[in-house]
């Protein structure tokens, strides 16, 4: 081949070489930019990923710690652990939109605790997955600015004022039916008019009473189409309807739980079926339902709250033996109950279970319970019409007001009590150790405290009052024992006081006896009578103290106008201080011997003593002389031409002026006489003449 022929091929040949490497590169360009567009499509994702599981499916617990939150650290064999948010810390930079994490550390969230979000003010948005299937009670209470919520479709359980005080819950429609993914959050009042009933479904049958003339609702009937059926309800949802004749609540095992308030003041409510899904029985959820009379309780219920069916119109309701717990005043007020059978499953009778129960006239509790019960409520049955009542053995406190007002209650027995110690010397006591403030004061019947033994035998006479050998202390203040109708009282060496006007205003009380003993070379007895304990007792006319008695407080006798004889502490008592008003108007006390140890008497300690002989101040020393202004006054009656002496043992100028008081006695009525001014005759203090 010519040369210049083969250049012109080589020319060519280079030509389309450069060519085709021209399309190549362009190709391989075009699947470098194809590649890098999937790439970053791929980046993207990754990154969106990961900031939805930052934010949704959280599973590293540091990117969220303002969230504090618990798992249960035992489980049964192939359950899950699954976690539960107790709460979020409002000092920190949580969201204001604020995703529900699906997963923490790996375990799934399936609650939100009892307060967690409460008082995060910043919280606008809460948007929930549906793993959450309980929300607990005041979990977002306070939180002002949530308006916006994404709800689990999964919710079974809504704890009490969950979104108290929040936009969203303020803000919802008041004159109808929110109802969102199963939680029935409102009912407004125009939605049930007068003469309603509410059915759960349109297969639900009226009760006959019901069939005709009444205003039928059917819950189902407020479920958006394609939404769940109702499975819980907020707190109030019926609150003050007065409407509202009967409700059938839902039959579902989910529907557990009757909340707070529900029907609280439905006045004309008549009827509520109970389910056996039902367990719990939230506080006042029927309070004031005073129409409600005939109402069967589940056989499943297991929690009565406070004041559950206060002042309702129940009718002797049946408390089966699956209660765990009730709550305070759950049944006061109501008029209607005239029997109950305590279950044996409950160990305490709460607070005013049954205060104001005016005609409950029979309390039955077996004797299982007899031994079991350990604990009664203050004023439980307070203005009951109960006649007798059983203490438990176990019960070592006589609570405040137990059975105040009850007027038509006699008899009251009690346990006689039993003292063992252990093998460490430590004493372990069986029985009533305390009787609180007014646990029968107003009980105008109550005459007997009778004391039984473990069988319930009785062991003591009626019409009298003992203590258990257990009994040591009673309450500091208010009427124990006070406008009852008891006669005789036996204070036992061990109870060292009496209480605040323990018998005060007892018209009926005839006898008072005080034990006491020597253990080796003390005086066991009681050593304080109360302010106004026996105070207007006026059919008491005998009284002895016993020696261990060191104080008698202001006006502890006051009133007691047929009292004739009062025998004051001797001996070796301590005794020295003679309390305002403690002997104002005992009018009959004719004789009165002051305990040697008396060195001051405080003012109106002796008035309106009309009968009384003289009076003896026993000191000797007058440095230790005390005596108030006007401490004798008015002892003997206006008109009366004899006036009653006051015999001293020191004289005038040994006393000191700042310790007894110019006008100490009253002149018109009292006649004084300092030492070396009388003396004894036949024993008998004579003035010298």
């Not at 039916?177 to 009042?189: D, E």
């Not at 039928?216 to 109030?236: L, N």
């Not at 009967?246 to 006045?267: A, G, H, M, R, S």
Request: some cysteine.
């Amino acid at each position: 081949m010519a040369e210049r022929d083969k250049y012109e091929m080589m020319e060519v040949l280079t030509k389309e070489q450069e060519q085709e490497a021209e399309r190549r590169r362009k190709a391989k360009k075009k699947n470098y930019i194809i590649g890098l567009s999937f790439t970053g499509v791929f980046a993207i994702a990754l990154m969106v990923i990961y900031v939805l599981s930052a934010n949704v499916w959280l599973v590293d617990y540091e990117n969220m710690s303002y969230i504090t939150f618990t798992y249960p650290a035992l489980v049964e064999d192939g359950e899950e652990v699954t976690a539960t948010i107790t709460s979020i810390k409002t000092t920190s930079n949580y969201p204001s939109e604020f995703r529900i994490p699906s997963q923490i550390n790996g375990y799934r969230v399936t609650a939100i605790g009892d307060n967690a979000f409460a008082g995060c003010n910043r919280l606008t948005k809460v948007i929930m997955t549906d793993n959450i299937k309980s929300i607990g009670s005041y979990a977002f209470a306070g939180c002002e600015n949530l308006s916006s919520i994404t709800f689990s479709k999964n919710i079974e359980t809504l704890g009490t004022n969950a979104f108290q005080n929040t936009y969203f819950f303020d803000h919802l429609p008041s004159d109808s039916v929110s109802a969102i993914h199963g939680i029935l959050f409102h009912v407004g009042a125009s939605v049930v008019p007068n003469n309603t009933i509410i059915l759960e479904n349109h297969d639900s049958v009226a009760p006959s009473k019901y069939a005709t003339g009444y205003n039928i609702i059917y819950m189902d009937d407020w479920v958006a189409r394609g939404d769940s059926q109702i499975k819980v309800w907020s707190d109030g949802l019926f609150l003050n309807m007065e409407g509202l004749v009967y409700c059938e609540l839902p039959n579902i095992k989910t529907f557990t739980t009757v909340p707070v308030d529900t029907f609280e003041n439905c006045i004309n409510l008549e009827g509520v079926s109970f389910p056996e899904s039902i367990t719990k029985v939230e506080d006042s959820a029927f309070m004031g339902c005073s129409s409600l009379e005939n109402i069967q309780i589940s056989s499943h219920i297991e929690n009565i709250g406070n004041y559950a069916f206060a002042s309702s119109g129940v009718v002797n309701p049946v408390l089966p033996e699956t209660l765990a717990t009730i709550g305070n005043g759950a049944f006061s007020g109501c008029e209607n109950i005239t029997e109950i059978n305590w279950p044996e499953t409950l160990t305490s009778i709460p607070e005013a279970i049954f205060e104001n129960c005016i005609n409950l006239t029979t309390f039955n509790l077996t004797d299982a319970s007899y031994q079991n019960v350990k604990n009664l409520g203050n004023s439980a049955f307070s203005n009951t019409k109960l006649t007798t009542f059983d203490i438990p053995m176990n019960v070592s406190t006589i609570a405040d007001s137990l059975f105040a007002d009850s007027a038509s209650l006699t008899t009251v027995r009690a346990y006689k009590g039993e003292i063992s110690y252990d093998k460490h010397g430590n004493e372990v006591s069986t029985g009533v150790g305390r009787i609180n403030r007014g646990a029968f004061n107003g009980c105008t019947s109550f005459d007997s405290l009778i004391l039984i033994d473990e069988n319930r035998q009785v062991l003591t006479n009626a019409h009298e009052v003992n203590f258990p050998v257990t009994c040591r202390n009673v309450a500091g203040d208010l009427s124990i024992f006070g406008n009852t109708a008891i006669t005789k009282v036996t204070i036992p060496s061990q109870l060292t006081s009496t209480g605040y006007l323990m018998f005060a205003h007892n018209v009926n009380l005839t006898e008072v006896i005080f034990e006491s003993k020597r253990v080796g070379s003390t005086l066991q007895g009681t050593t304080k009578i109360e302010y106004r304990s026996f105070y207007d007792c006026p059919n008491l006319t005998t009284i002895t103290l016993p020696d261990s008695v060191v104080t008698i407080e202001q006006g502890a006798f006051e009133d007691c106008i047929n009292l004739e004889t009062l025998n004051l502490p001797m001996g070796d008592s301590t005794y020295h201080v003679v309390r305002s008003d403690t002997f104002k108007n005992l009018v009959k006390l004719s004789h009165l011997v002051l305990s040697p140890g008396v060195n001051k008497i405080e003012t109106g300690a002796f008035y309106g003593n009309y009968a009384l002989d003289y009076v003896i101040i026993p000191t000797t020393v007058g440095k230790d002389l005390g005596i108030n202004y006007r401490a004798f006054n008015k002892c003997r009656p206006t008109g009366s031409s004899s006036k009653m002496p006051i015999f001293l043992n020191v004289g005038m100028d040994e006393i000191s002026a700042a310790k007894v008081i110019d006008g100490w006695y009253d002149p018109d009525t009292c006649q004084v006489y300092w030492k070396n001014q009388w003396n004894y005759v036949g024993g008998v203090p004579t003035p010298i003449i």
